[in-house]
């Protein structure tokens, strides 16, 4: 097996499953070898593709049938453009005990055309009414530790940690109002005001990161594993009147299984699905942050020595969204994995 490095590519996403769920730590291999690894991952995520429930939508839809049932406007988003480096630092110390430090460097592009009224009109996207947003920053470092102590084997593991608050956070209610230390739209009509909570580069909770692994080899040739993590908010910092905000839990299960009887390649293949639960606050977007998607993740990988490359393209096969949610057709992940 690879280094581990027990990385569980994750972020912020502005709809609720469409973040990366590729499972990195069945990638590099479950390792209960000794020693200290360094790992470096890049996502790419394009949601520019409207979907409600399990279909595709329109944004005629998203207004003259808002989420919200008796609303008379809502809002119209171009596109999301997420591009992930995520690092990771591994130190394990023995064959039972390690410990991962994932910090995450958020590049995200965001349009949208704001709040406009029923009924729908081409000039509600034309280009005056669009606001754009860029963001460049360090996004919330997560501290997992994990055990494997359990069996002769070292195949069984239980990951628990916590997710900080290190990334930029807050955003704006209705009344206009903005709490904690949000980014802002950069041109259009939003210009200078605080771009939504989910699509900061933080969250500004403390998240229960909690969750467990298995692995097994299933012939001479091929080796399966199952792994599941739960994310659940402690605590979260922007709780003042008028201006809460509660990042939903969120569950991801994978399972896969990986070709190890070709040598330094590795064709491998991924189920991951994640369930997120609906934002809480005045400062979320409660009807647009639910939902449970399943993706199909093809992969190859490359070791040499003490060095891993991978790269994954995840399609999702299934979806069940709530309210209108900006979602991608594909997404990709290269990686590059060291043994110190």
Same mark, same amino acid.
């Given at each position: ?183 802002? @739209? ?51 910092? =922007? ?11 969120? @569950? ?56 891993? =490359?991978?790269? @994954? ?28």
């Amino acid at each position: 097996m690879g280094a581990w490095l027990g990385v569980h590519a994750a972020g912020v996403f502005a709809c609720a499953s469409c973040g990366c769920s590729l499972d990195t730590e069945a990638v590099t291999g479950f390792s209960a070898q000794q020693g200290t690894s360094i790992g470096l991952e890049y996502d790419y995520i394009q949601q520019s593709q409207y979907r409600h429930q399990g279909g595709t939508s329109s944004p005629a839809q998203v207004v003259n049938a808002p989420a919200i049932p008796g609303a008379s406007n809502a809002e119209i988003e171009q596109a999301t453009i997420n591009r992930y480096l995520n690092l990771a630092l591994n130190q394990r110390f023995n064959s039972r005990w390690s410990l991962t430090l994932q910090l995450p460097w958020i590049d995200r592009s965001h349009g949208t055309y704001g709040q406009q009224y029923a009924p729908y009109t081409s000039a509600e996207t034309a280009s005056s009414q669009l606001s754009q947003a860029e963001v460049y920053a360090l996004g919330d470092m997560k501290v997992l530790g994990t055990y494997q102590g359990w069996m002769a084997s070292h195949n069984l593991g239980l990951e628990f940690g916590l997710k900080l608050p290190t990334g930029a956070y807050g955003g704006a209610n209705s009344q206009g109002q903005s709490f904690g230390h949000p980014l802002n @739209f950069s041109s259009g009509p939003n210009a200078m005001t605080p771009l939504d909570a989910s699509l900061q580069a933080g969250t500004g909770s403390t998240d229960l990161l909690l969750g467990g692994f298995y692995f097994q080899s299933l012939s001479e040739d091929f080796d399966g594993f199952v792994n599941g993590l739960l994310q659940s908010a402690l605590w979260h910092r =922007l709780d003042q009147p008028g201006g809460s905000y509660r990042p939903g839990n969120q @569950f991801n299960l994978s399972a896969g299984v990986k070709d190890v009887g070709l040598g330094a390649w590795s064709p491998q293949l991924q189920l991951n699905f994640t369930d997120r639960r609906h934002d809480q606050g005045d400062l979320a977007d409660t009807a647009d942050t639910a939902g449970r998607v399943l993706y199909l993740s093809p992969g190859l990988s490359y070791s040499l020595a003490r060095t891993y =490359l991978y790269a @994954f393209v995840q399609f999702p096969v299934y979806s069940q969204l709530a309210g209108y949610q900006l979602f991608p057709r594909w997404t990709a992940s290269l990686g590059l994995s060291l043994r110190l």
